[in-house]
Nanobody, 124 residues
């Protein structure tokens, strides 16, 4: 079991930056592959970024490639999402998620553990 708590959301102008954090409880954080997802009002939850146990492998949705960076610090049991060049269409609730295996199937149903989410609002 792992419990996840996101932080770092807020209101930012277009072109600005935010860094989201997701801190996990438990001593086995390094055994979980992690992901970031987002959900805008009236839309389905969508994949944003993923990172393997060691941090050596990352993947991104096409819509955020080159602007967002996922990283993790296993000593701090925390995964980060650095978001640069933000756009109004990035506005959503952002969730971190965990699973015990790494796969390129990023359907939300494949992640067993979720945080409560943090709101990101980008104004134009």
């Amino acid at each position: 079991q792992v419990q996840l708590v996101e932080s770092g959301g807020g209101l930012v102008q277009a072109g600005g930056s935010l860094r989201l954090s997701c801190t996990a409880s438990g001593r086995t954080f390094s055994s979980y592959a992690m992901g970031w997802f987002r959900q805008a009002p009236g839309k389905e939850r969508e994949f944003v970024a993923a990172i393997s146990w060691s941090g050596g492998t990352t993947d991104y949705a096409d819509s955020v490639k080159g602007r967002f960076t996922i990283s993790r610090d296993n000593a701090k049991t925390t995964v980060y999402l650095q978001m640069n060049s933000l756009k109004p269409e990035d506005t959503a609730v952002y969730y971190c998620a965990a699973r015990t295996y790494y796969s390129t199937n990023y359907a939300p149903i494949n992640f067993g553990f979720w945080g409560q989410g943090t709101q990101v609002t980008v104004s134009s």
